[in-house]
């Protein structure tokens, strides 16, 4: 059955992996889904048409025959259900796993949202300096957490699963603002994610968008 997602037609970033497209990408090329593209720009984000399938108008969408879902948690999480390869056999050890899922959406990934918009939406705003550095220091609190569970392993609990391609994924948001560099245990854990070869094909198809004229 074909699978189809969504994806900004123009990124923000320029195709540098940031748009969370690239973590389902990322999810079926681990379990070796091929998937198609449909490009959206932001003015049909908002109509009808894609609100029916993403209530607020945004992308990441996933379509596979009747089903229709939104959400990258729910879509990463859907295709490691669905497809082997992203969660471990074991019933506690995939439990762990889709913990780390949702530890990685739910406490990780609010702070680094809240500083980008800090510097990106509130920076010209009068109390932003003062601001600024309350809200990095919210993202060194988790990112220092982080690391004292991760210690000296490669992965969060074992094999590579999907609760690390969100992790990683989630994690190097926080790139640009310097912060994943003054924590080097995560900036090589992120380092292992990008050099998997499912993350290199999803990267290279996402970039490959802009690279066109
Ligand atoms: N919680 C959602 C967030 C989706 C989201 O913020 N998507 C961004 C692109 S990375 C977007 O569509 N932004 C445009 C907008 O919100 O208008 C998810 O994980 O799927």
Not at 36 to 54: D, T
Not at 104 to 127: V, Y
């Amino acid at each position: 059955m074909t699978i189809t997602i969504t994806a900004f037609e123009r990124s923000p970033d320029g195709g540098k992996g940031l748009a969370r497209d690239t973590r389902v990408r990322w999810a079926l090329e681990e379990v070796g889904q091929p998937y198609q593209v449909r490009p959206v720009s932001f003015r049909a984000m908002k109509e009808p048409a894609h609100l029916a399938l993403h209530p607020f108008g945004q992308i990441p969408t996933y379509e596979e025959g009747e089903l229709a879902l939104f959400e990258t948690g729910a879509i990463v999480f859907h295709i490691a259900e669905r497809f082997p390869g992203l969660l471990p056999g074991d019933a506690d050890a995939r439990a762990r796993a889709i913990t780390w899922m949702f530890a990685a959406l739910s406490t990780m990934e609010p702070p680094i949202l809240e500083l980008t918009n800090a510097r990106l939406l509130e920076g010209d705003k009068p109390w932003a300096q003062e601001r600024l550095p309350l809200v990095q220091d919210r993202v060194r609190t988790r990112w220092a957490q982080l690391v004292a569970r991760l210690g000296a392993a490669d992965w969060l609990d074992g094999a590579f699963s999907a609760g690390d391609l969100m992790m990683v994924s989630v994690l190097l948001r926080s790139r640009a603002s310097g912060i994943l560099d003054e924590f080097p245990t995560l900036a090589a854990y992120v380092a292992r994610g990008e050099a998997r070869p499912a993350y290199q094909r999803a990267y290279a198809a996402q970039a490959a968008v802009f690279a066109t004229p």
